[in-house]
């Protein structure tokens, strides 16, 4: 195993390798083009086009035509179109499960839709009349955060994440002071050479936004690895970044304080670090001072600490609850290895197929990277808490039987790939399909389909030098 990483390793810049930003032929940010998306959630339109080939809207309209009504299965499920604005798919199917005053667990979906968006997918409902779910089918123009259901059909199945045959994107691009005819001229070269020499394939990359507003979550997810949550969680709470200003630096430095004097009185009275309750109590003073600031993951920390003396249940409990921190850390750390694998693969040094395991503890995963010269991707230890709640695969699926033809009637198995891996899986290469855009002066129009496991944001930042909010962009997941 590695035991040592180069100190600049994980900065911000070698996280995206430039075969992988130069792809297209533009190299460096310089050539791209400052370029907003999701001004507006109007602006970015995703609709789900499912594994039966039904083709989901945003519209107030159904979607459904004759011979899909008149031929759905019976069964004790209820499909359904949710379409939401400006809300996760949690927060809708939280808001479905309350509108039809069912359990949450009773709803299934093939894939997460993007945040800050209109978007329209099927939800697949369990043990629910269908003359119910139709009375609460009310679709209504959303102006603001909200959702509505459309077009309940029987079926027969639950949906799994996955099953779906891509998602559609309609996006407005603001690129502010160039005209049309600049925005078609620019664009002219690269999608020529997506077309013509990349086959409408371009890398599956993951964004500089996984790194947070810090840029450092690759830091932070190594340290929660290597060293457990204690570690990561000072990371943090106190490190300071230049992309962040004044007033949360400073909060920050005073946390680091109470921190080092936590650590101090814990050496001095061989109590944990977690239940030094003075300085915790002191820390949650100044970050209860500082509401206005973007510190609600580090409050949650806090006051959590406060409540339970123990880093690993805060762990449990902020990414059980907030979805947030310590899977986007591990994350970030995953994400980066994939970029590595993906550059190498471009470079042609070696040949990832179809796609990239995301590093879990699984001796296949580890077998693969040491395969393909990424050794580095081994962390040197692994935290044993940490490998329990987040690294640990899950068991592979026992394979499909087949019956002997012969005398025997004997049930055989098919043959095991050379790697079966039980975590996370990214494709390498994303088609772009269905490809098509229009422009007037300072707007983008372009609508594509990308399959599952495609981001539209890793797409158009080939193009163009994306300037978004840092949570606008970060809401992509790991695709299983």
Known sequence: MNSSYPADLFQPNNFVPLELETYLGLVGERERPPAKIKVSPSDFIVEENTSDGLQTTVSLESDLDEARQNNAPIGEYVSVTLV???????????????????????????????RWSESSQRIHIKNVDIDHVRRNCCPEMLTRAGFFIKDPLPADRPLFRGKLNGNRFRIRVTTQGMTADQILQYLANPLELLTNKRDLKFPNFYGRQRLGQRQNLVSIGHAFITKGAEAAIKLFLTQTSPNENAATTQVRKLLAVDWDRAEAKSRENGQPVAAQWP????????????????????????????????????????????????????????????????????????????????????????????????????????????????????????????????????????????????????????????????????VLNISFMLRSGGYATTFLGMLFNLDQDDKVLSDERISY
């Not at 990424?374 to 987040?390: C, K, T």
């Not at 019956?403 to 055989?412: E, I, K, L, T, W």
Request: with cysteine.
């Open 84 to 114: 939401k604005r400006q809300l996760t798919t949690v927060d809708g199917v939280i808001g479905v499960s309350e509108l039809l005053n069912i359990p949450r667990a009773d709803i299934t979906y093939a894939g997460q839709k993007d």
């Open 279 to 442: 300085y915790w109590h002191g820390m949650k003073m100044e970050l209860d001072k500082h509401r206005t600031l973007n510190l609600a993951v580090e409050k949650a920390i806090v006051d959590l600490t406060l409540e339970h003396c123990n880093f690993e249940e805060v762990i449990q409990i902020i990414d059980r609850e907030l979805k947030s921190g310590p899977s986007l850390w591990i994350g970030a750390y995953q994400s980066f290895w994939f970029n590595q694998a993906l550059a190498k693969h471009i470079r042609r040094e070696i040949n990832v197929g179809h796609g990239v395991p995301l590093f879990m503890r699984d001796p296949a995963v580890e077998k693969w990277y040491r395969k393909h010269g990424l050794h580095e991707a081994i962390p040197e230890s692994v935290d044993e808490f940490v490998a329990r709640q987040f690294l640990t695969p899950r068991p592979p699926k026992r394979p499909r039987q087949h019956f002997d033809n012969g005398r025997n009637g004997r049930r055989r198995f098919p043959q095991r790939p050379a790697f079966e891996f039980g975590g996370p899986f990214r494709p390498a290469l994303i088609p772009l399909q269905y490809l098509s855009y229009h422009a007037e002066d300072g």
